[in-house]
């Protein structure tokens, strides 16, 4: 079945630090990807998303392109903050199942 | 619009007893979800709903949990009899039909059985 998986963390980086999140994928047919964020006593949201080969999200400074040669999906951003601490998880939504598969989530933390 | 609304937002219990979650998907959406997230197992998903009818319920623990949607603007997760380990945060989140749409989380529930 399809299925998510993401760099293990957790992850902790300086502030201003470049930011990459692996994520890779496994599914039949071409999903629609994801990056949703979950904040400290929050439920998740949609950080930004990408639907086709090649396709590149973006939002807050965060960037993802979506990889069909290498089933990737990897976050970056180049300075992160504080309020960037948080967890992130890469999803797809594909095949037949009309569900998002989440990966593990990658828990970051940014010290000042 | 309000978002997704969970009720309680924090419940408390002993075990044995009967629990009831509570979701108000947004308006419109035709897809509702139930996940549950623990630091062992991490995020979940429990049943899904299309058009109030329930469309997977593999994640179901087991047959203390059961999920209703009776309208398209209500939906209930119940554990009877609860136990410890079902302490979690329970999501709701909701979506109008499409891969491409993005998936509306609700603040969740925190349950904790004694």
């Known amino acids: 079945g399809d299925s998510v998986t993401q760099m293990e963390g957790p992850v902790t980086l300086s502030e201003e630090a470049f930011l990459t999140i692996n994520c890779t994928y496994t599914?039949?047919?071409?999903?629609?990807l994801f990056w949703y964020v979950q904040y400290p006593g929050e439920g998740l949201q949609l950080l930004l998303k990408?639907?086709?080969?090649?396709d590149k999200g973006s939002n807050k400074g965060f960037e993802a392109t979506y990889r069909k040669e290498t089933t990737s999906f990897h976050l970056e951003k180049g300075s992160v903050q504080v309020s960037d601490s948080a967890v992130y998880f890469c999803?797809?939504?594909?095949?037949?199942?009309?569900?998002?598969?989440f990966g593990q989530g990658t828990r970051l933390t940014i010290n000042p | 619009d309000a978002g997704v609304i969970q009720s309680p937002r924090h419940e408390v219990t002993e075990m044995g007893q009967e629990v009831t979650l509570r979701c108000k998907p947004i308006?419109?959406?035709?897809?509702l979800f139930w996940y549950r997230q623990t630091m062992m197992r991490g995020l979940e998903l429990l049943i899904y709903?299309?058009?109030?009818?329930?469309?997977?319920d593999s994640g179901m623990p087991e047959d203390r949990f059961s999920a209703k949607m009776p309208n398209a603007s209500f939906s209930t997760l119940k554990i009877q009899p609860s136990e410890p380990r079902d302490s979690a945060v329970y999501f709701c989140?909701?979506?109008?039909?499409?891969?491409?749409?993005?998936?509306?989380f609700g603040p969740g529930t925190r349950l904790t059985v004694l």
């Open positions: 308006s419109g959406h035709d897809y």
């Open positions: 999803a797809l939504w594909g095949g037949g199942a009309q569900k998002l598969v």
């Open positions: 990408a639907t086709k080969a090649d």
């Open positions: 599914a039949t047919g071409y999903p629609s």
């Open positions: 989140a909701s979506i109008v039909g499409g891969s491409t749409d993005t998936q509306y």
């Open positions: 709903f299309n058009n109030n009818v329930p469309i997977d």
